[in-house]
């Protein structure tokens, strides 16, 4: 339960999330599986991506303790709200499938290998993915939350060929 409270602003957010795909579903009458995910990522990507804007530096400074890339390339870590934010509107607008499923997958992976490097060694870091907006310790909901991201990317890739 100490976890739990500790996570709240991402619950939150979380529900948003949710409810904004809802509403989206009910506004343009769309309840296929493909467009649901393709919505619900979108609104992930730009909630998320704004929320790392907000107070850039010190998302960069809370990522790179964790992201593989970012601890290399510190460009990267001031970059990847950035890409979030494109990916979500790329999910909206979904010109090029493939290349931003594999973007997702790429990027998400990468995220959740780093996330999951940290949760093993058992260092406590605060989670980046709200940004420094809010205190959200890193545990293994970072890590569904990126893995959820490369599942539902590949799950999109399995519908474009079946």
């Not at 998302?59 to 510190?74: E, G, N, P, S």
């Not at 260092?123 to 490369?150: D, H, I, R, S």
């Amino acid at each position: 339960m100490h976890t739990f409270k500790k996570l709240w602003p991402l619950w939150l957010v979380f529900v948003g999330i949710i409810a904004s795909t809802i509403a989206i579903a009910l506004f343009t009458q769309r309840y296929d599986a493909d467009f649901l995910m393709r919505m619900f990522m979108a609104s992930f990507f730009i909630v998320f991506g704004l929320f790392k804007v907000i107070n850039l530096k010190g998302f960069v400074t809370a990522y790179r303790m964790y992201d593989i890339l970012a601890q290399k390339i510190k460009p990267y870590a001031y970059a990847y709200p950035f890409l979030e934010i494109g990916l979500g509107v790329l999910f909206i607008w979904y010109m090029w499938p493939l290349a931003i499923l594999g973007i997702t997958i790429l990027l998400s992976g990468m995220s959740a290998y780093g996330v999951w490097k940290k949760l093993q060694k058992k260092e406590e870091v605060p989670c980046a993915c709200l940004g420094a907006l809010f205190y959200v310790p890193m545990t293994y909901v970072t890590l569904v939350e990126n893995l959820l991201m490369v599942i539902m990317a590949l799950a999109m890739i399995i519908m474009i060929y079946v």
